[in-house]
T-cell receptor, first 119, second 111 residues
Framework: GAVVSQHPSWVICKSGTSVKIECRSL??????MFWYRQFPKQSLMLMATSNEGSKATYEQGVEKDKFLINHASLTLSTLTVTSAHPEDSSFYIC???????????????FGAGSRLTVL | DAKTTQPPSMDCAEGRAANLPCNHS???????VYWYRQIHSQGPQYIIH???NNETNEMASLIITEDRKSSTLILPHATLRDTAVYYC????????????FGQGTILTVHP
């Protein structure tokens, strides 16, 4: 089946530094990937839609200059949290849709998530 | 905001059927019902989806009422590994994966 890999699975960084999270579709191509954020005991919140070869589309309230998204190939999207602060500590999850798959248009494969802790 | 409502939590005994309800009274004609689940500290996992007919796959069954305003996800023989948060999402076919998650139902399966 479709597999999405996220790396790193967890990261601890100092306040003010930048952190990059990678999301890869291992056995399928994805022109679109999605980035979510999840705080403890809360549901997933969509941050942005990552489009291969073009700019990402950000949800209302998400700072595009702080959360840089690059989707340079059909199998890789990256999320960079710039100048991270403790309030950015969260669980970041990506997802991708296998456009060649036989499932519905909203059948997504999610990565295992990346837990960011900013000290 | 999510357009579906689900009970915040449910319990089920291992080996018994788990029936998780979802209310989607504002669903429109071209919107499907999708179910995902999230096991603790992992990414969500797709379970099943349907439009108006009942559906079954290797993981679960989905029963949709005739008026499509509610549905029930059935895990026929729940195991401890089915303990998770279950999300019901109504979404149109043109949304192309842009899912809006509500609070879901925390299902706890007991030995």
């Amino acid at each position: 089946g479709a597999v999405v890999s996220q790396h790193p699975s967890w990261v601890i960084c100092k306040s003010g530094t930048s952190v990059k999270i990678e999301c890869r579709s291992l056995d399928f191509q994805a022109t679109t990937m999605f980035w979510y954020r999840q705080f403890p005991k809360q549901s997933l919140m969509l941050m942005a839609t990552s489009n291969e070869g073009s700019k990402a589309t950000y949800e209302q309230g998400v700072e595009k200059d702080k959360f840089l998204i690059n989707h340079a190939s059909l199998t890789l999207s990256t999320l960079t949290v710039t100048s991270a602060h403790p309030e950015d500590s969260s669980f970041y999850i990506c997802s991708a849709r296998n456009q060649a798959g036989t499932g519905g248009t909203n059948v997504l494969t999610f990565g295992a998530g990346s837990r960011l802790t900013v000290l | 905001d999510a357009k579906t409502t689900q009970p915040p939590s449910m319990d089920c005994a291992e080996g018994r059927a788990a029936n998780l309800p979802c209310n989607h009274s504002t669903i429109s004609g071209n919107e499907y019902v999708y179910w995902y689940r999230q096991i603790h500290s992992q990414g969500p996992q797709y379970i099943i989806h349907g439009l108006k007919n009942n559906e079954t796959n290797e993981m679960a069954s989905l029963i949709i009422t005739e008026d499509r305003k509610s549905s029930t996800l059935i895990l026929p023989h729940a195991t401890l590994r089915d303990t998770a948060v279950y999300y019901c999402i109504d979404i149109g076919g043109t949304s192309y994966g842009k899912l809006t998650f509500g609070q879901g139902t925390i299902l706890t399966v007991h030995p």
